[in-house]
């Protein structure tokens, strides 16, 4: 009796992934897809794809390889934060140390070649194979008749003449195969990594210089507006009301700061160095985002609610909060 061959499946949620898998499933191979977890990318998507699809998504974090990566990344960073070569390299690395645990044979994924003009370049992709100590049971479904043979082709678990040719960016071969294999629900294009977002790059380009990069730090980046205030403290003034729920929620200031008189933000400082003279020149950035609120008010704080301290000072003007801000 033939071996029914196992793959391990890098699933990001997107369309690519998927066809891999479901593609892969019809030629008989048994598909195990793996999420792997980080502060820049989450789960969310493709639980969602997985499930609406029928598939049993196995979610992996690996964020402290991640981050360790992100220090220096061998072939450095795309348009803002991306080290998608390095990024790959190390999702495949880490699935290849698992094939054993899932007892699977090799490796595959969604990348078409062409498609991205960074990471899916054939340069691109042996590099992330290369990277990855993998290299020989790669796989990549959707463009391995245009790629060099690897293990699985040569030894026959897989026939070379059933893998596909797709090429370029055009997304049209893509839905042609969704509908074949009876595909109804996956989602539109969309960039699930924080790290191609300008404003998330620059905050997090601010965490390296001052040596800050850890996950509470991190898990801030999505929300309000960040101020450096010195080289160990920074101020989030939340820009809305769901900034203000998920900065209390995510409880990760060592002080708020908050005025219930008057709309506005919830701020939290986050530093080894927070003074008074600290406290006095956030509580007048935040009384700067108060509009309604007089020239000079008193603005509550403390490290827990409800908030037992208050301090009235004049709101900043617009040259701080040009000086404070972190942005580009």
Known sequence: MNKRYKALALFSGGLDSLLSVLYMQKLGIEVIPIFFRTPFFTE??????AQANGLALTVIDFSAEHLEM????????GKNFNPCIDCHGLMFRTAGDLLEKFNADFLISGEVLSQRPMSQRKDAMNAV????????????????????????????????????????????PQLELAKELGVHSFPSPAGGCRLTDKNFSVRLRDLI?????????????????????????????????????MLQALNLGDVFLLVEEYPG????????????DIIALSAGILAYFIKKAPDELAVPWGTEFPLQNSLTVKKADAQTINQYMIKE
């Open 129 to 172: 194979s290369k990277l990855s100590g993998y290299k020989d049971l790669l796989i990549r479904p959707l463009s391995q008749q245009l790629l060099a043979d690897t293990k699985p082709i040569r030894e026959n678990w897989i026939a070379k003449a059933d893998m596909l040719a797709l090429n370029g960016r055009s997304r049209k």
């Open 209 to 245: 210089k001052y040596n800050q990069l850890e996950l509470d730090n991190i898990n801030l980046l999505r929300f309000g507006r960040h101020f450096r205030l010195n080289d160990t403290t920074k101020l989030i003034v939340g820009r809305d009301e769901n900034d203000n729920d």
């Open 70 to 77: 992100l220090r220096n990344p061998v072939y450095g960073f």
């Open 44 to 49: 969310e998507r493709p639980l969602q794809t």
């Open 265 to 276: 933000p919830l701020c939290i400082i986050k530093g080894a160095e927070i003074d008074e």
